[in-house]
T-cell receptor, first 112, second 114 residues
Framework: DTGVSQNPRHKITKRGQNVTFRCDPI?????LYWYRQTLGQGPEFLTYFQNEAQLEKSRLLSDRFSAERPKGSFSTLEIQRTEQGDSAMYLC??????????FGPGTRLTVL | AQSVTQPDIHITVSEGASLELRCNYSYGATPYLFWYVQSPGQGLQLLLK??????LVQGIKGFEAEFKRSQSSFNLRKPSVHWSDAAEYFCAVVSNSGYSTLTFGKGTMLLVSP
């Protein structure tokens, strides 16, 4: 399968714990995006990478959130001291330059 | 700031009937517009996109959409709905940040009745 993959697909954690998600984009894609989708809402942009550089961050991305793309390939999104309001689907997408974004299946986070 | 409105949260259509899902956008410049579909447990799949040119665009799975600048609309249509079309549909516009980050509407859930 050469699409965007995300792991884990589901994560249940207790409030206050840290969690980390991984996204593997389509191999030749230089751009990688993170979005968050809550129940009844469309996806909302979180952050964006071009190669290894993080070029844009939404104001939704509080200081408890950090994202990296160390070698310009896979990316990780870490949430520290999780809160119940962090419960959502976290979507990753990749694209080649300014072309179509291809989405992964998402990681569903539940914070108890 | 750009925004997308999908006024219908749910729509129920009989199998074989025609479908129109509404989308209105607010954007200062000429928008790039998209329709995505999301099935349970699946990622978002692009149905079609409008960048410029012909205002009627054809997509996958028999869908089409028409860009109407005067109405700030980009409605999605299909002449005959199949049960497998039941899913959630999202309209999106490219933000004006210059980095192609998508702004999505809240989505319309399509239910198909037999």
């Amino acid at each position: 399968d050469t699409g965007v993959s995300q792991n884990p697909r589901h994560k249940i954690t207790k409030r206050g714990q840290n969690v980390t998600f991984r996204c593997d984009p389509i191999s030749e894609h230089n751009r990688l995006y993170w979005y968050r989708q809550t129940l009844g809402q469309g996806p909302e942009f979180l952050t964006y990478f071009q190669n290894e550089a993080q070029l844009e961050k939404s104001r939704l991305l509080s200081d408890r959130f950090s994202a990296e793309r160390p070698k310009g390939s896979f990316s990780t999104l870490e949430i520290q001291r999780t809160e119940q309001g962090d419960s959502a689907m976290y979507l990753c997408a990749s694209s080649l330059d300014n072309n179509e974004q291809f989405f992964g299946p998402g990681t569903r986070l539940t914070v108890l | 700031a750009q925004s997308v409105t999908q006024p219908d949260i749910h729509i129920t259509v009989s199998e074989g009937a025609s479908l129109e899902l509404r989308c209105n956008y607010s954007y200062g410049a000429t928008p790039y517009l998209f329709w995505y579909v999301q099935s349970p447990g699946q990622g978002l799949q692009l149905l079609l996109k409008y960048f410029s040119g012909d205002t009627l665009v054809q997509g996958i799975k028999g869908f089409e959409a028409e860009f109407k600048r005067s109405q700030s609309s980009f409605n999605l249509r299909k002449p005959s709905v199949h049960w497998s079309d039941a899913a959630e549909y999202f309209c999106a516009v490219v933000s004006n940040s210059g980095y192609s980050t998508l702004t999505f509407g809240k989505g319309t859930m399509l239910l198909v009745s037999p």
